[in-house]
T-cell receptor, first 119, second 116 residues
């Protein structure tokens, strides 16, 4: 079964420190992986994606994520956190197994991690 | 970048009335659009997937006669909540994707529905 897990409901970081938001996934085929950010009462904004190629993916606002196939993980990272990074972060996967994809190619979302960056 | 708009951003209605929410892809053609529902500080619940020109595919447990979805063109999808009740109050978010599977799914800003 396809699934995405974000093991931390909340991550607290001091401004200027590095941050990591964890994500692990389970799919039957090759995964397409995404990170989105949501600010209060807003829709989701795309941060970055992994399709193929280099395992380290760079995205918007200084974020990056590392695809680790052996650990089935796609953790989101940023070297130096800003207060304005405080938001809800979602990891998502699209299973590219044709049997799954032909059901609509829908994204499976993790439960979300609330990031709080304090000054 | 790709932009998805939603209208209205906020709507308050009386119980028993119907509400229509529009979702538009502004700078790309969306062959597939998705409708989600989100409860406070919770993940998104996929309600249905719609492909342009065909009937929407609803997720298990979602009443298709209550949540009417129309995807009439490559840039417009609508969600109509029929005979709304207070338990339908929620944040509804649409999303759109271009033709290819590898394409990113872009999200609208959401519509806050409150049913009195």
């Amino acid at each position: 079964a396809q699934s995405v897990a974000q093991p931390e409901d909340q991550v607290n970081v001091a401004e200027g420190n590095p941050l990591t938001v964890k994500c692990t996934y389970s799919v039957s085929g090759n995964p397409y992986l995404f990170w989105y950010v949501q600010y209060p009462n807003r829709g989701l904004q795309f941060l970055l994606k992994y399709i193929t190629g280099d395992n380290l993916v760079k995205g918007s606002y200084g974020f990056e994520a590392e695809f680790n196939k052996s650990q089935t993980s796609f953790h989101l990272k940023k070297p130096s956190a800003l207060v304005s990074d405080s938001a809800l972060y979602f990891c998502a996967v699209r299973d590219m197994n044709p049997q799954i994809y032909n059901q609509g190619g829908k994204l499976i979302f993790g439960q979300g991690t609330e990031l709080s960056v304090k000054p | 970048g790709a932009v998805v708009s939603q209208h209205p951003s906020r709507v308050i209605c009386k119980s028993g009335t119907s509400v229509k929410i529009e979702c538009r892809s502004l700078d790309f053609q969306a062959t597939t659009m998705f409708w989600y529902r989100q409860f406070p500080k919770k993940s998104l619940m996929l309600m249905a997937t719609s492909n342009e020109g065909s009937k929407a595919t609803y997720e298990q447990g979602v009443e298709k006669d209550k949540f009417l979805i129309n995807h009439a063109s490559l840039t417009l999808s609508t969600l109509t909540v029929t005979s709304a009740h207070p338990e339908d109050s929620s944040f509804y978010i649409c999303s759109a994707r271009e033709r290819l599977a590898r394409d990113t799914q872009y999200f609208g800003p959401g519509t806050r529905l409150t049913v009195l």
